[in-house]
């Protein structure tokens, strides 16, 4: 069973950056793909990256650019760090870990993280 440990969320002004973390339990990290995922309030759940256990990635149109997802095995930990953020990103944040990747792209699993809520100001 894999438990999943995210912080770095906060409130930061407009153009401000931010840097997730999320660290999981267990010692297969490095043979598992990752997600980040976001929810507003009132909106569902989506993804905005995934990276495969080799380094794959993929993002959300919007946050093409601006956001970067990556991973150290070492430390069991899958980060997003998010640059040049707007209001609209506004959401709590959640890390998946251990679903797919298929044709370019991470399909949940069912372990997540409790969630780290960022907020942009404007």
């Known amino acids: 069973q894999v438990q999943l440990v995210e912080s770095g969320g906060g409130l930061v002004q407009a153009g401000g950056s931010l840097r997730l973390s999320c660290v999981a339990s267990?010692?297969?990290?490095?043979?598992?793909?990752c997600g980040w995922y976001r929810q507003a309030p009132g909106k569902q759940r989506e993804l905005v990256a995934g990276?495969?256990?080799?380094?794959?990635?993929n993002y959300l149109d919007s946050v093409k650019g601006r956001f970067t997802i990556s991973r150290d095995n070492a430390k069991n930990t899958v980060y997003l760090q998010m640059n040049s953020l707007k209001p609209e990103d506004t959401a709590v944040y959640y890390c998946?870990?251990?679903?797919?990747?298929?044709?370019?792209?991470?399909?949940?699993?069912?372990?997540w993280g409790q969630g780290t809520q960022v907020t942009v100001s404007s």
């Open positions: 990276i495969s256990s080799g380094g794959t990635t």
């Open positions: 998946n870990v251990g679903g797919r990747y298929s044709s370019g792209k991470y399909y949940r699993s069912d372990y």
């Open positions: 267990g010692s297969a990290f490095s043979r598992n793909h």
